[in-house]
């Protein structure tokens, strides 16, 4: 494996925040980019007076050709950008431990690198282990960036001191329900995008639920969750409603009489793939837990 420096131009510094919530980035020409295979390591930085380094990541895709039926990009100059290929990949850390100058990188690395193109590569183990000393341990959580927005919080969560943004920490709390980005993409995707349950197809309130407690990184995989609308999801993590072996929807007693009494019954749309599905083990490990079943 190998490891690159890609720049991303002073005109835009927003679109690391686009390519870190959609997990890709586009490029015009795949001249520079072209070698990048699964598992080499990117350093996104930012060109120009404020340069620097935004993000350490790691590839999950090589180079490959944009189609029309790829997930649209949220380039500012999309329209115009002439961006013809793509590559996928997870953040690993946004931690900036230090961030040096270009000259001040070169003579770190012990090597020139060229100015104007657009992915230096390094290829140097001690060159790598040199640029990831630039950044911080890998977050447990990864949090995406949301518009901030005014929303009523919930009477059960913690008071604030006066002076708190209050918006701030709501966008946090959502970005803590949304789950790892790996993990939630994998759901959006074997699920299509539609919660399990309604078929809701309105992303911003579609969730990664794990069925099983979550105990960590391990815990992240496809087969233990859901894509679930968000009060769907807080009312599966209170056990309020569970999924039978055949995939229908059970639901508490203390429901009754509310508009979530109509689940019950209804059968749990799962993913075209098998080895998708949500595993049976831990639904039943779930459907357990839930006293009044």
Not at 92 to 121: F, H, K, M, Y
Not at 128 to 139: D, H, I, Q, V, Y
Not at 180 to 188: D, E, I, T, V, W
């Amino acid at each position: 494996m190998t490891s690159w420096i890609v720049k991303i131009n002073e005109k835009t510094p927003q679109h690391w925040d686009y390519a870190r919530d959609d997990g890709f980035w586009d490029v015009r020409s795949p001249s520079y980019f072209k070698k990048i295979v699964p598992g080499d390591e990117i350093y996104f930085w930012i060109t120009g007076q404020g340069n620097g380094f935004v993000a350490y990541a790691r590839a999950t895709s090589g180079l490959y050709e944009i189609t029309p039926g790829a997930p649209p990009a949220q380039w500012s100059d999309v329209r115009t950008g002439g961006y013809t290929h793509r590559f996928e990949f997870d953040t690993i850390s946004e931690d900036v431990v230090l961030s040096p100058t270009w000259a001040q990188l070169q003579n770190l690395l012990g090597r020139n690198l060229a100015a104007q193109a657009g992915a230096n590569q390094v290829s140097d183990p001690s060159a790598e282990t040199r640029l990831r000393s630039l950044f911080g341990p890998e977050a447990d959580l990864a949090f995406a960036h949301f518009p901030v927005v005014d929303v009523e919080l919930p009477a059960s969560l913690p008071t604030y001191e006066k002076g708190d943004d209050v918006r701030k920490r709501a966008q946090r709390a959502i970005a803590v329900r949304y789950g790892q980005p790996k993990f939630r993409r994998a759901l959006l995707a074997a699920y299509e995008r539609r919660c399990a349950v309604t078929g809701c197809d309105v992303e911003a309130v579609l969730e990664a639920a794990h069925i099983d407690r979550y105990f960590g990184e391990h815990s992240n995989h496809v087969t233990n969750g859901l894509l679930l609308r968000a009060d769907l999801h807080t009312l599966f993590d209170l056990q309020l409603w569970t999924v039978r072996s055949d995939f229908t929807i059970e639901v508490a007693p203390q429901l009754a009489g509310s508009e979530y009494a109509a689940l019950a019954g209804k059968r749990l749309r799962v993913p075209k793939s098998s080895a998708h599905r949500p595993d049976a083990a831990a639904l039943g490990r779930h459907r357990e837990a839930c006293s009044w079943v």
